[in-house]
């Protein structure tokens, strides 16, 4: 007997779609509280960190964003997002952008 994904009854599977909207949720919800982590740590305008994309240039692109404000914003990140960041999980490529932020937070958080 051949089973479509979604279709079994109980809860023992969820439907494709309900998954689909339960990691969109969760996704966007990272996003949410990344954005609001470099306004609170940088200082940044709210109306200026919504309108960051993928493609937002951070490290390097930003002033407020120095080698100082780095360690502020990886804690913050670690107790917002009940996450755990080692020395070597830092690279600049994931403070390159804030999709590339947005990436390794999301990782993260998957893996708790």
């Known amino acids: 007997m051949i089973k ?3 279709t079994e009854t109980g809860s023992e599977m969820m439907p494709d779609a309900e998954q689909q909207t339960a990691s969109e949720i969760a996704a966007t919800k990272i996003d949410a509280d990344l954005k ?3 306004c609170d740590v940088l200082g940044l305008d709210v109306d200026e960190v919504a ?3 993928e493609d937002t240039g951070l490290f390097g692109h930003l002033p407020e ?3 100082m404000a780095v360690a502020g914003l990886l804690t913050e990140m670690e107790d917002r997002l ?3 960041i080692e020395d070597e999980d830092v690279d600049g490529e994931m ?3 804030y999709g590339g932020l947005l990436g ?3 990782t993260k958080v998957a893996e708790r």
Do not use: N, P, V, W
């Open 82 to 84: 009940d996450i755990i």
């Open 104 to 106: 390794f937070a999301q």
């Open 51 to 53: 309108d960051f994309d």
């Open 95 to 97: 403070l390159e952008t």
């Open 36 to 38: 609001q982590i470099l």
């Open 4 to 6: 479509k994904a979604g």
């Open 65 to 67: 964003l120095d080698s």
